[in-house]
Structures are given as C-alpha cells and as structure tokens.
C-alpha cells in the first residue's frame, strides 16, 4: 500500500460530474485540479449500504473541503454508468458536488494498494494529497466499517498549518511550540 511520502500515481479515469444530461461525463487524472489538495477516499461498491453514508457525508461537507482548497474525489471500481445510476436513484447522492471516478480496471486501486484480498473491491481507503501530488495521511477501514469526515477534515487543518499539532488538535487551537 501506499503510504506517506509517496506520490499519488497517474491515473485517468471517467467519472461522473453532473445529472445535467450530455454533461454527465467527464475523464479526469491526477494533474486534474492542478495547484489544491486532494482528498482521494475509495468505498468498496455501489448499491450498498454503508457507503452511501460515507458519500453523502463528504457531499454534506463538501464547502469545509473548499474552504480548504481541498478537492474531494470518490472512487469505486463500478463503471461510471452505474455510479450515474446509484446518483439518479439514491435521494443522499443525488446533488452531491464532487466527482465520481470509476476505476472499472483497478488500476488506480491496485496502485494504491487498498484491494481487498478476498472481494477484490477497494478497501474504505482515505488519502490525503498535498498540491505538489504527495501522500500525506492515509487512512484505511475495513469492509464493514465507515470513515469520520470530521477525522477527515481535522487531519487536513492539521497539515496545512505545517506546524506540530499535538493529539486531538483541532483548527484554532495552539499547535506545539519547540
């Protein structure tokens, strides 16, 4: 798996952006939103359930990340076809405002290294890239368990005070001082 240090690897992929039919589509890659952070979360599988509570909070909270300069990117290994279905069909996803990407080959979950060794699907992955395209924070869930946004969101504060931030600190509190 990858890990911090590392650089995100080169991808490009469909994903869905828009309902707006003809609009729906749109390829994208890692030099797509040149210049912000990203933040890369992958779910197992569309049509389930746990995921679409993970999706719909990143969605509920998708101006915190843009008031970061933070641009969200979901990720499954479902077609984008059936990632625009699920949108059209699920109340939770249907305005969510970032892009869908479908890594149908596995290629960018292989990658990363966050495949599950028995499904095969991407494991509840979480990471978190500086502008410059390297991995600061990963985090990884198993199948059954969901992530925190807020742990999500308090990580990125964390490090883009490149500062020392002691356990449990959150935006506005004194980082650590040597």
């Not at 625009?84 to 996803?93: Q, V």
Request: hydrophobic share 40%.
């Amino acid at each position: 798996m990858l890990t911090v240090g590392d650089h995100l690897p080169t991808f490009e992929l469909q994903a869905v952006t828009s309902l707006e039919k003809g609009q729906e589509f749109q390829t994208l890659t890692q030099e797509s939103y040149a210049g912000k952070w990203k933040v890369l979360f992958l779910w197992p599988m569309d049509f389930t359930f746990v995921c679409p509570t993970e999706i719909a909070a990143f969605g509920k909270r998708n101006a915190d990340f843009q008031d970061r300069d933070a641009q969200v990117l979901g990720a499954s290994t479902d077609t984008h076809f059936v990632h625009l279905a699920w949108r059209n069909n699920h109340a939770d996803l249907k305005d969510l405002p970032f892009p869908m990407l479908a890594d149908t080959k596995r290629e960018l979950s292989q990658a990363l290294g966050v495949l599950h060794k028995e499904a095969g699907v991407p494991l509840r992955a979480t990471f978190v890239v500086d502008p410059q395209g390297v991995i600061r924070h990963v985090s990884v869930n198993d199948l059954s368990v969901g992530r925190s946004v807020d742990e999500v969101l308090r990580v990125l504060d964390a490090l883009q005070t490149d500062e020392l931030c002691p356990c449990n600190w959150k935006k506005g509190e004194d980082t650590l001082h040597v």
